[in-house]
């Protein structure tokens, strides 16, 4: 693709839509991904959880997040390194992946998330966190189908009432949504969705398996960048400190 300054202006995600939701065919290829998941479970394997902070130790062992020293490994945005312009393209606005990413473990139903949107999670952070951003959700398995999603609720939503659930933070108070929708991904697809998208784990019937990896990345626009803190700029494929 020619880059070319109109290019640079264009944008392919409208940011007054925050509810939208779409799957990214072959954002990543296999074969990175799969690399990418061997070195995930190499590393894993060294979790030594009494080793961790009471912090840490809670996320990983009640929600399968992976401790800070695995979420900070640059590894994980690696893999934008080879990502096409024409992918890159479709995220615009949205081009730079907050620092570190969110890396998740699913093992058994009590680990399922829970309805929320992603916003109100940044509410929840000491610093008031991104007031704007979309998720990109990807499943790190060669058979996606074959483990636990991700559900959406279909409509329009601004924010919405949230509580703390059990050991869950920003839960949504409703959870009977008339109108869902989950995606069939193939492995390197990712689901990118705006962060009023009411959104929980879903497992369809015919999972094999609860065990399931996933990277949540979260991007934001140059303009809602925060003073202080860490960026992987996708098209420069530059760590940057604003
Ligand atoms: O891991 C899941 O199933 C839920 C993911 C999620 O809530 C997110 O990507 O924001």
Known sequence: MQVTSNYRKQIM???????????????????ALIRTREY????????????????????HLIFGVAPDEI???????????????EKIYELRPYTRLMFPIQIRRILQDDMLVPWHQDVTYQYLRKNGGQDHLITCFVPVEPEPTT??????????????????????????????FPDTIHFELNCGDALVFGDHALHRTYVPANVESFARWSFE???????DCLSGSDYFDIEEKVFIRI
Do not use: M
């Open 217 to 223: 990345y979260r991007l934001v626009r140059p303009e």
């Open 147 to 176: 483990v636990p999603t991700v559900e959406f609720a279909v409509g329009e939503f601004p924010t919405i009432t949230y509580e703390q659930l059990g050991n869950h933070g920003a839960t949504l108070e409703l959870s009977d």
């Open 40 to 59: 995930l479970k190499n590393i894993w394997k060294t979790i030594d959880p009494d080793a961790l902070s009471a912090r840490e130790k809670k996320n």
């Open 13 to 31: 995600i409208d940011p007054t839509d925050r509810c939208f939701v779409k799957n990214v065919e072959q954002l990543f290829s296999r074969d």
């Open 71 to 85: 979420r900070f490994d640059h590894t994980w945005y690696n893999l934008w390194k080879s990502v096409s312009p």
